[in-house]
């Protein structure tokens, strides 16, 4: 069976690493001042890969942490993808200008598809969709807007302009420790073909166990809270996956 990587979140507000409830900004737990010493925490730990949300960008609609992705960048030799307001070709620059080995495709899926499939044909794999659920409609704009579009519909279209993977969160879970929903990830993978990366939910290795059968269809599962907190640490999730 192929292994699901285990890949600590780091969501940027304001400069610092935060957690949110279900993507609500008024509900944020701050756990480092220091984004990049955190990335070379998750290095150290064994991290295959690190995932950066900017969160101001993805409400604001631009990057707002050009200056901290581009520290992280020279902090660590992991790879790492960054996801929050990429919504023209000079965000998608931008980033992997800054050192991220992708970037993530969201909102601009949906409001602009003709130049989110252009950008997937231009950068390749170096392009990811992020699909952001609640009730298995996509939300958009920081988890502040509903599009009136399913998450396997989107799928199956970003799989149609060459994307391979799609990093799949339930905004209602997310945050919350309350576990994955496997429901919505069974719909999300019978879209099609491609990767999926979980995210939203994971609360214990108990969780993380419950993915193993998805592989490899689920290539990795991103776990945020549940590290910050201590409920289980890195080496335990990197352990679980690879059992």
């Known amino acids: 069976m192929a292994m699901i990587q285990a890949i600590p979140a780091i969501d940027l507000k304001g400069g610092r690493c935060v957690r949110l409830f279900q993507g609500d900004p008024g509900r944020e737990t701050v756990y480092s001042t220091d984004p990049a010493a955190v990335a070379r925490q998750w290095e150290r730990l064994g991290a295959p890969l690190l995932h950066l949300v900017d969160l101001d960008g993805a409400f604001s609609g631009s990057s ?66 992020g699909i952001d659920a609640r009730g298995g409609i996509v939300a958009v704009r920081g988890w502040t807007a509903g599009a009136e579009v399913k998450a396997g519909e ?10 391979g993977e799609i990093i799949y969160t339930d905004t209602q879970k997310d945050g919350t420790l309350s576990g994955p929903n496997l429901q919505g990830l069974e719909e999300i993978l019978t879209a099609g073909s491609f990767k999926v990366i979980v995210a939203g939910g994971i609360s214990s290795r108990e969780d993380l166990l419950a993915l ?27 352990a679980a996956m690879a059992d």
């Open 64 to 129: 707002a942490h050009g200056g901290v992705i581009a520290e992280i960048g020279r902090s660590v030799t992991i790879p790492f993808q960054v996801g929050g307001g990429i919504r023209s070709r000079e965000a998608v620059q931008r980033a992997l200008d800054a050192g991220a080995a992708r970037a993530i495709l969201g909102t601009v899926i949906v409001e602009q598809p003709q130049l989110a499939a252009k950008l997937a044909a231009e950068f390749g794999g170096r392009i990811v969709a």
């Open 154 to 163: 989107l799928a199956r279209q970003v799989e149609q302009w060459g994307i």
């Open 212 to 238: 193993k059968p998805y592989a490899p269809r689920v290539s990795g599962v991103i776990i945020g809270k549940a590290l910050y907190d201590g409920r289980i640490t890195l080496p335990e999730a990197i």
